[in-house]
């Protein structure tokens, strides 16, 4: 898409009806580094991609924990994704508190899809740059919705969001008839073939990628590098030869908060800058 | 001569003056109208019209509920037909005895709670548990604000297979029980229940144990009266019952002649 006169605030219209502002928040999505979601009857599974910027950083989190019984995976302005799932938590706790009963993952991503329609029509805000995965469960199982910057969310059986994220929408789409009843360990590998699709030939390591599940009878956990790395050698997921990015990124082990200044604004160039 | 005593005589008058004018720096008038909001005093109420005690048995299948229909005004038992026990969404019942006004407006609140609940459509629902929890931060609120709702709540249900029942009073104390009772009930019918009351009772045992229960405060407790509804919830639903009376026995031999021991009396 290419500027135009209408694009400068969010609150003007174009003639055929859209609103550019919203529509260019909806491309710093694309820019993120990916992040793909998947789930059965029972289970949820969200997995990304993280690149650190150098070999002396960490990685970005892009992966929340919102409660037990949901967990958000994030691609665009970490930033706004970091402030987003602040809000959630807030929520989830507070019904927890008022009701000692888990917030319905349905309830939450409205409250959530509201919150981000606010910004898309107030001429003082902006729409958050940022897509959200959002995996949980209530109580008629385990659901996973992609929140929208323009204040839409959709429910999937299976989805990919952030940079190179077709080819894993491919993958997914040939596979997720199976979904449903996958057990929890078949839907983790269906998670790191999607993830590897997006690496493009790059070889497929737990340290260039995070999983996390949660399920009923499971509360939502992040899986650890080492259990991670035995998973990709036991599926042989490695796939082909390894270029130079055999990340020497050990330390950066659980991908812990301290991003390294990961230049949020600036969304130009073709190194998409939030691919971290 | 003159001169001084004249200055001393207005001096004197000059703190008297002080003394009329200005109320003292501790207390002054408008510390008085900030307790009280608005000039209807929001401090301790004492109850008007009063139910008596709630009890309520989980067993076999479900919660079982009872409570008499007595509206009492102090000593008078002026209204024989307040329904005590009510519905609550799809899984809860609630009982409530305390201020009857009160509990109406307990209920207005449980209304809208389960209308936005409905409104969401969305396939989840508020159970016992969540409306037990809701009502506990209701009522403790109110006591924090010396404003309470003058009541003490029985809430039971039954969700997914799991039985629910609690309990909530005016100061927000709240838990869970096998069998639960409020106001006199708790010295009337928990013994009663702590003795006989099992995991897997039937429906009519649970009745009978109830109805011994209420039998037991309709001769013992001032504001009983006969006149008792008694509700079910399960998981299929809830009903409650048309409201009947107990058969009481009142021929015991001393009260036959009850001034033979003491001439005058009665």
């Not at chain 2, 929890?133 to 006591?143: D, E, H, I, K, Q």
């Not at chain 2, 109805?211 to 013992?220: A, D, G």
Request: hydrophobic share 40%; with cysteine; net charge negative.
């Amino acid at each position: 898409m290419f500027r135009n006169q209408y694009d400068t605030d969010v609150t003007t219209w174009s003639p055929a009806g859209r609103l550019f502002q919203v529509e260019y928040a909806m491309e710093a999505v694309k820019q993120g580094s990916a992040a793909i979601g998947l789930r059965s009857k029972t289970h949820a599974v969200l997995a990304c991609v993280n690149k650190a910027n150098s070999e002396l950083s960490s990685h970005q989190r892009k992966i929340f924990k919102v409660d037990d019984h949901i967990g958000v995976a994030i691609a665009g302005l970490t930033a706004d994704g970091r402030v987003l799932s602040r809000y959630m938590r807030s929520e989830c706790i507070n019904y927890g508190y008022t009701y000692e009963s888990p917030l319905p993952i349905g309830r939450l991503v409205v409250q959530l899809a509201d919150k981000a329609q606010v910004c898309t029509q107030r001429s003082w805000k902006r729409p958050y740059g940022v897509g959200l995965l959002v995996a949980g469960l209530d109580e008629s199982g385990a659901h996973l919705y992609y929140n929208c910057p323009s204040g839409n969310y959709f429910e999937y059986q299976a989805f990919a969001i952030g940079s190179r994220s077709q080819a894993a929408k491919t993958y997914l789409e040939r596979k997720f008839e199976n979904f449903p009843d996958s057990s929890r360990d078949d839907l983790i590998k269906d998670a790191l073939f999607a993830i590897r699709e997006t690496l493009q030939g790059e070889k497929l390591t737990s340290s260039v990628c995070t999983v996390s599940v949660v399920g009923v009878g499971e509360a939502f956990n992040i899986l650890g590098q080492k259990t991670v790395q035995a998973l990709i050698n036991e599926f042989e997921i490695s796939g082909e030869e390894a270029p130079a990015t055999v990340s020497a990124a050990e330390e950066a082990a659980g991908g812990d908060a301290a991003a390294a200044d990961q230049g949020g604004a600036a969304a130009e160039e073709e190194a998409a800058p939030m691919d971290i | 001569m003159m001169r001084t005593s004249f200055a001393a005589l207005i001096i004197a008058s000059c703190i008297l003056m002080r003394a009329f004018v200005k109320p003292s720096p501790l207390h002054t008038l408008e510390m008085d109208t900030l307790l009280t909001s608005e000039g209807d005093s929001q401090r301790t109420q004492y109850p008007y019209v009063t139910g008596t005690s709630v009890i309520g048995i989980k067993y076999k299948d479900g919660i079982l509920m009872a409570a008499d229909m007595g509206g009492s005004y102090g000593s008078t038992i002026r209204y024989k037909s307040v329904e005590r026990i009510k519905q609550v969404g799809k899984h809860s019942l609630i009982g409530a005895s305390g201020e009857i006004s009160d509990f109406q407006e307990i209920l207005k609140y449980l209304d809208e709670l389960i209308l936005h609940d409905n409104m969401w459509d969305d396939g989840n629902s508020l159970g016992p548990k969540e409306v037990h929890s809701y009502l506990t931060r209701v009522m403790y609120n109110r006591r924090n604000k010396f404003d309470p709702l003058w009541n003490s709540l029985v809430i039971g249900g039954v969700k997914n297979g799991h039985k629910y029942l609690g309990s909530v009073s005016m100061i927000g104390v709240n838990f869970e029980d096998d069998h639960i009772a409020t106001g006199f009930g708790n010295h009337l019918a928990r013994p009663l229940l702590r003795e006989e009351w099992r995991e897997d009772l039937s429906f009519e045992e649970g009745v009978k144990l109830l109805e011994k229960c209420m039998r037991n405060l309709l001769y013992r407790d001032r504001s009983a009266v006969n006149k008792i509804q008694i509700a079910k919830i399960t998981e299929e639903g809830l009903t409650v019952s048309q409201p009947y009376s107990l058969k009481t026995f009142w021929i015991f031999s001393a009260f036959q002649n009850p001034t033979v021991g003491a001439e005058g009396s009665w």
